[in-house]
């Protein structure tokens, strides 16, 4: 009778160490994707920010970068570049989500057009249907820069 108690004892035992090896990893995945749909929300305030923003004119196809501000975003970083474009007349917006330094960043994308304003300043204006998540120019080499 003891004997059989503790078999069953041990397969109870086995049973619920499965069962937290896999709630652990279901945990770990949550976290995983948590840090990353805060990036993508960081990538997205960043790209709306630079649109509000106003940029130098610049003709070299460089990329101008700006950090946002720690009090616009939750928590991560955010990080908003702008670039001309291989295609004449538009320039490319890109904003830069992180969750923690050392990771990856998320990227977004956004075709803008140039306004000057009398002040000398530049602004962007948004092309419809123009975000996209990947690099939209034929060299991908260039959004990687």
Request: with cysteine.
């Amino acid at each position: 009778m003891i004997l059989s108690i503790m078999v069953m004892m041990g397969l109870g035992l086995i049973a619920l160490n499965s069962l937290q090896q896999q709630l652990s990893a279901g945990l770990a995945l949550t976290s995983n994707q948590h840090r990353y749909v805060i990036a993508w929300e960081n990538a997205a305030s960043a790209l709306a920010w630079g649109l509000r923003q106003s940029w130098k004119e610049s003709s070299e196809p460089l990329w101008q970068c700006r950090d946002m501000a720690a009090g616009i975003i939750a928590s991560g970083t955010g990080k908003v570049c702008i670039r001309p474009s291989l295609r004449q007349d538009i320039f490319l917006l890109r904003g830069e989500g992180r969750m923690a330094e050392g990771n990856e960043p998320v990227m977004q994308y956004q075709q803008v057009i140039m306004k000057k304003q009398a002040s000398g300043d530049v602004i962007f204006l948004p092309l419809k249907q123009g975000w996209l998540d990947f690099c939209p120019e034929a060299d991908e080499q260039v959004c990687n820069e």
